[in-house]
T-cell receptor, first 113, second 113 residues
Framework: DGGITQSPKYLFRKEGQNVTLSCEQN?????MYWYRQDPGQGLRLIYY???????QKGDIAEGYSVSREKKESFPLTVTSAQKNPTAFYLC????????????FGPGTRLTVT | GENVEQHPSTLSVQEGDSAVIKCTYS??????FPWYKQELGKRPQLIID?????GEKKDQRIAVTLNKTAKHFSLHITETQPEDSAVYFC????????????FGTGTRLLVSP
């Protein structure tokens, strides 16, 4: 299961606390993505980044923030402003070459109580 | 923006039967359509994809068909096996250099022995 990793697998936080989810890839991919997965809603795009030091909001960016200081890393911070943060979070990456496949990490299940 | 609808939400078949999952999309400029399989508790993995310059693509027991005029595409699994049991997601995106996938809501396929 190398290539793209996420840690931790399970994360528990109290309401009102910010929490940062890790995403690391050693595939030398330029593009990286964060998705949120809720039951019955598929995958929804939170943020994406095409290159280092550049990122754009996806469809549900409110209450989240990201950084892309290194090509290999794209951490996601779930802030206290996110009204319903409990979900399964998936990170993905993709080469900028001819392949269209997005490779997913194993995910982090965040529970906020 | 793009909207992808996926049906059915659940599908139960007997081992050896065929299974068909259908998706429709709204953005006529979309031209890349992947299908991902997600087993319970695991990451989504690409199983097949199609570009809009072809109408059908096969890979062993799985095939995808695309009807650009009607804006729908389908996943066909023949000779289903219990290990095909998983959630399947369709997605669509424009080929604009950066790939922003919009996912369907998923189909839970259960193959009974």
């Amino acid at each position: 299961d190398g290539g793209i990793t996420q840690s931790p697998k399970y994360l528990f936080r109290k309401e009102g606390q910010n929490v940062t989810l890790s995403c690391e890839q050693n595939l030398n991919h330029d593009a990286m993505y964060w998705y949120r997965q809720d039951p019955g809603q598929g995958l929804r795009l939170i943020y994406y980044s095409q290159i280092v030091n550049d990122f754009q909001k996806g469809d549900i960016a409110e209450g989240y923030s990201v950084s892309r200081e290194k090509k290999e890393s794209f951490p996601l911070t779930v802030t206290s402003a996110q009204k319903n943060p409990t979900a399964f979070y998936l990170c993905a990456s993709r080469t900028s070459g001819s392949s269209y496949e997005q490779y997913f990490g194993p995910g982090t299940r965040l529970t906020v109580t | 923006g793009e909207n992808v609808e996926q049906h059915p939400s659940t599908l139960s078949v007997q081992e050896g039967d065929s299974a068909v999952i259908k998706c429709t999309y709204s953005d006529s400029a979309s031209n890349y359509f992947p299908w991902y399989k997600q087993e319970l508790g695991k990451r989504p993995q690409l199983i097949i994809d199609i570009r809009s310059n072809v109408g059908e693509k096969k890979d062993q027991r799985i095939a995808v068909t695309l009807n650009k005029t009607a804006k729908h595409f389908s996943l066909h699994i023949t000779e289903t096996q219990p290990e095909d049991s998983a959630v399947y997601f369709c997605a669509a995106s424009r080929d604009t250099g950066f790939q922003k996938l919009v996912f369907g809501t998923g189909t839970r396929l259960l193959v009974s022995p």
